[in-house]
């Protein structure tokens, strides 16, 4: 069992930056690949970016590149995501989530957490 809790969201203007961090708890075996997600209310879930534990491989959504950076602490069992050039449509709650090597689904979530963009 995995727990994840993610922590940093905020009110932010646009143009400014914002670090989530997402907190993991349990038995994060190798392998695992953690991932960071964003829903608006009404709109599906929409994949931000993904960090391999062990690797430390990543991949982004191409929307996110270049503004967007995932990373990892080991030794906290913490992931971030650097948001930086932050626009009025990167408002949404954004989760954070784990899933097993080789699997399709992402099987553990955190509660999210807001950020708002004010433009």
């Known amino acids: 069992q995995v727990q994840l809790a993610e922590s940093g969201g905020g009110l932010v203007q646009a143009g400014g930056s914002l670090r989530l961090s997402c907190a993991a708890s349990?038995?994060?075996?190798?392998?695992?690949?953690m991932g960071w997600f964003r829903q608006v209310p009404g709109l599906e879930r929409e994949f931000v970016a993904s960090?391999?534990?062990?690797?430390?491989?990543?991949s982004y959504a191409d929307s996110m590149k270049g503004r967007f950076t995932i990373s990892k602490e080991n030794a906290k069992k913490t992931v971030y995501l650097q948001m930086n050039s932050l626009k009025s449509e990167d408002t949404a709650v954004y989760y954070c989530?784990?899933?097993?090597?080789?699997?399709?689904?992402?099987?553990?979530w955190g509660q999210g957490t807001q950020v708002t963009v004010s433009s």
């Open positions: 960090i391999a534990w062990t690797t430390g491989r990543t």
């Open positions: 349990g038995r994060i075996f190798s392998g695992y690949v």
């Open positions: 989530a784990s899933r097993s090597p080789g699997a399709a689904e992402y099987v553990y």
